[in-house]
């Protein structure tokens, strides 16, 4: 058997662009709540990727946000200490022509 590669990857991104639906379709279910309220995602969400010679534990995250009241401020935290554990950083933006997704409020 050959070396298994593995690492954590956390997903990142403005809120609304498609993170959790991402991280559901790399683990092949369904492990993070898809929705088009912003804000779904409130806390970090562990989800595995098995491939034949590699793990991935997705990190699927709150979208980025400029903090405005108690709610977002503890997500906004949660996304910058998530950035101190993980290997690799995928940042998903929105293909709906603006540059932040649809959640955005900033
Ligand atoms: N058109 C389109 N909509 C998507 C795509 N990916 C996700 N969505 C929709 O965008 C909304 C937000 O998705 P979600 O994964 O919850 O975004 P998150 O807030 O970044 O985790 C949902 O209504 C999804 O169905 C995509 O590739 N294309
Ligand atoms: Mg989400």
Known sequence: MGLLKSGFVAVAGRPNVGKSTLVNAL???????VSDKPHTTRRR????????????????LPGFQ???DTLTERMQKTVDASFED???????????GASSGSGSRS
């Not at 683990?27 to 709540?33: E, F, N, T």
């Not at 969400?45 to 699927?60: K, S």
């Not at 995928?90 to 709906?96: A, D, P, T, W, Y």
């Open 86 to 96: 993980i290997d690799a950083v995928l940042f998903v933006g929105s293909s709906r």
């Open 66 to 68: 400029r903090p405005r």
């Open 45 to 60: 969400i562990f989800g595995i990727a098995n491939g034949d010679d590699h793990q991935l534990v997705l990190v699927d």
């Open 27 to 33: 683990c092949g279910g369904k492990v993070a709540i």
